[in-house]
C-alpha cells in the first residue's frame, strides 16, 4: 500500500510536463482554428497546399516553444512538419516533386542518422 504522500506525489506533474502539454494543446488548438478558417475561405481565396503548409509550421513550432523552453523537442513531429511544409510550398509553386521517392530517403536517412545522434548528445 501507498501513503497518501506517495500518492500525491505521484499525482503531481513537473513544470516540465505542464509546459508540454500547454505546448501540446496550444499547436491542436491552431490546427483546429486554421481547419476552421481554411473551411470557412471561399476555396478561391485560399492556395492548393496552405493546410499543409499550416501544419508544418504548427509541428515546427511547437518544437521551438519546446527547445526555448528547455525541453526535449520531438525529432518525429520535426521531420513530419518539414515534411509538410515542403510538400505544401511545392503544391503552392506548382512543383510537381516525387514526394514518395523523397519520402523513402527521409526515412532511410533518419534511421541512419537517428542513433548517430543520440552518440552525439550522450
Known amino acids: 500500500m501507498t ?3 506517495e500518492q500525491s506525489t505521484n499525482n503531481k506533474e513537473t513544470k516540465e510536463q ?9 499547436g491542436w488548438a491552431l490546427f483546429f482554428i486554421m481547419i476552421g478558417g481554411i473551411g470557412l475561405a471561399p476555396k478561391e481565396s485560399v492556395p ?3 493546410w499543409l503548409i499550416g501544419v508544418g509550421l504548427i509541428m515546427l513550432g511547437g518544437n521551438a516553444a519546446r527547445y526555448l523552453n528547455g525541453l526535449k523537442v520531438v525529432g518525429f513531429t520535426i521531420v513530419l512538419g518539414l515534411i509538410a511544409l515542403g510538400i505544401g ?14 519520402l523513402l ?12 545522434l543520440k552518440d552525439i548528445q550522450s
Do not use: C, H, W
Not at 505542464?18 to 496550444?26: C, E, N, P, Q, T
Open 3 to 5: 501513503t497518501q504522500d
Open 18 to 26: 505542464i509546459i508540454g502539454k500547454r505546448i501540446d494543446a496550444i
Open 48 to 50: 492548393e497546399g496552405a
Open 89 to 102: 510550398l511545392s503544391v503552392m509553386l506548382g512543383l510537381d516533386l516525387p514526394v514518395f521517392p523523397i
Open 105 to 116: 530517403i527521409l526515412v532511410g536517412l533518419s534511421i541512419i542518422l537517428g542513433p548517430l
